[in-house]
């Protein structure tokens, strides 16, 4: 996902603070699967904000330091449509190719490093399932959309976690060299 398409959609739903849009994509585990980094947030909004895609207005509440409050423009919300309409032609990728290129020629490596490897991977897919499992991201929205995203999210992992364990399952368990 492209950050800028990221941004100016949470900033469409409502204004916020950088901070705030930090946390929602650390919450939400943007970067398993959007492939936005949540430093790159304040980034693109120090670029938003110098092409007039978004504004800044200062936050004053009694107590707490003041915080520049980030909102989308007209010209952000066209932006915005343009993105989206771009993401929504693109082809659709969805495969943790580096994975799948790894397996295709895992007999490059010895037993032992394919065993160590592949158990890994399921043990790393099974806490991240688990992590999914615990909630579903709320602040991303309560739409049909974010709910069967998130279903078809998990689903994929458990696709992948599924391959691995039957690869596992295939190797002999004889001594490992």
């Known amino acids: 996902m492209n950050v800028r398409l990221l941004v100016l959609g949470l900033l469409q739903q409502r204004p916020m603070h950088g901070y705030e849009l930090k946390r929602m994509a650390h919450e939400n585990r943007i970067e398993s699967w959007s ?9 693109a909004l120090k670029t ?6 978004i504004t800044t207005a200062r936050e004053q509440k009694p107590s707490v330091r003041p ?25 659709v990728r969805g495969f943790p190719t580096d994975l799948y290129g790894a397996l295709l020629h895992i007999q490059a490596v010895s037993p032992r490093e394919k065993d160590d490897a592949i158990t ?6 099974e806490a991240e399932i688990a992590e999914w ?37 295939r190797r002999p368990r004889r001594a490992l060299k």
């Open 35 to 43: 492939g936005v980094l949540a430093g790159s947030i304040y980034h």
């Open 133 to 169: 499992s615990s909630g579903r991201p709320k602040q991303l929205g309560d739409s049909v959309e974010a709910g069967l995203l998130f279903d078809n999210a998990l689903r994929h992992m458990r696709m992948n976690l599924d391959l691995l364990k039957r690869l596992q399952a």
């Open 120 to 125: 890994r991977q399921i043990d790393s897919l």
């Open 48 to 53: 938003l904000q110098r092409e007039r895609l």
């Open 67 to 91: 915080r520049v409050v980030y909102s989308i423009t007209a010209t952000g919300r066209r932006e915005l449509k343009l993105l989206v309409k771009q993401a929504l032609a693109a082809p």
